[in-house]
């Protein structure tokens, strides 16, 4: 691996020579000589140095970009090559998107855990937006998300669906409803999630294809957020049933259903279309997908 780039990245990261050095155990004067063999190797300077501040210039913010994903290749060839000779075991780097990491995902790695001990997962929660890019520089081996992808380096395997529905808070005027019509929720208040997350994706098709127009808009970026506010009263939503389910069983929430525009998605796994999976990927996807089988 490249130790040069192991440096520089540190500093990029921490914006600090003293902070870098620390990390990697190194003398400041050791980090500082690395950073200038790079700078002479390239012809360019690569971060501009004050007394008060360490920023990288245009040049030292191409080649952070791409020293992150040669790193990860790195690392990625040394997993792939330890399969050979070990079973699964080390790093398994899942991102997903809120929806599907904070209700569903905990519970699938606790799962995959038991069968595979000397697994070590982390789990990375980002929208969708953020999820794919983090697949495309190679920093988490999959992402699981629930809105649309069409990249031409990363393939899509869509493995399950997942339902919308309106929520509203359990003492509303449709409390005794479960389907409603998209014209009696035209005047209503909607807090929605952000741009660059699957569920808004959704959402604004939605609010396209039934018309509706909101009275207001109240844009949070967790779902978490968005249920506590609906269930004060300041508006509805539109979001997985997944989400609810504990509210829905607790009586604090309630979902109707659009008779004339139910909503479905899918929620897909996504890799970089030009990596081999180590064993211990290899291995989760067919558990995830094991479980989705078994599911429907």
Do not use: C
């Amino acid at each position: 691996m490249d130790h040069h780039l192991q440096v520089f990245v540190a500093v990029a990261k921490h914006q600090n020579f003293s902070r870098a050095a620390e990390e990697l155990h190194m003398t400041q004067s050791a980090v500082s000589l690395d950073i200038k063999s790079l700078e002479k190797r390239y012809g360019v300077r690569l971060f501009e140095r004050t007394n008060k501040y360490v920023r990288l210039t245009p040049a030292g913010r191409i080649l952070e970009y791409h020293a992150r994903e040669i790193l990860a290749q790195y690392d990625r060839l040394e997993r792939l090559l330890d399969d050979l000779k070990n079973t699964a075991k080390g790093p398994l780097l899942v991102g997903a998107s809120y929806t599907f990491g904070e209700y569903l995902l905990p519970r699938i790695i606790a799962g995959f855990t038991v069968d595979y001990p000397e697994v070590i997962p982390s789990i990375t929660i980002h929208n969708t937006k953020q999820i794919t890019e983090l697949v495309l520089m190679a920093e988490i081996d999959l992402g699981i998300v629930e809105g649309e992808v069409d990249h031409p380096n990363l393939v899509v395997h869509p493995f399950t669906t997942d339902e919308l529905v309106v929520i509203v808070p359990a003492n509303s005027k449709w409390r005794d409803r479960t389907i409603v019509e998209p014209q009696e929720l035209v005047q209503e208040n909607w807090i929605i999630r952000e741009k660059g997350s699957g569920t808004r994706t959704y959402t604004d098709r939605m609010f396209s294809l039934t018309g509706i127009e909101p009275k207001s808009i109240m844009e949070f970026g967790s779902s978490q957020v968005i249920k506590e506010s609906v269930e004060a009263g300041l508006g509805i939503s539109f979001l997985s049933e997944n989400v609810i389910r504990k509210e829905l069983r607790l009586g604090t929430l309630q979902a109707l259903r659009m008779e004339s525009f139910p909503m479905y998605r899918n929620f897909s796994y996504v890799t970089h279309h030009s990596q081999f999976h180590t064993k211990t990927v290899e291995l989760f996807l067919n558990y995830l997908l094991s479980l989705y089988t078994i599911a429907e």
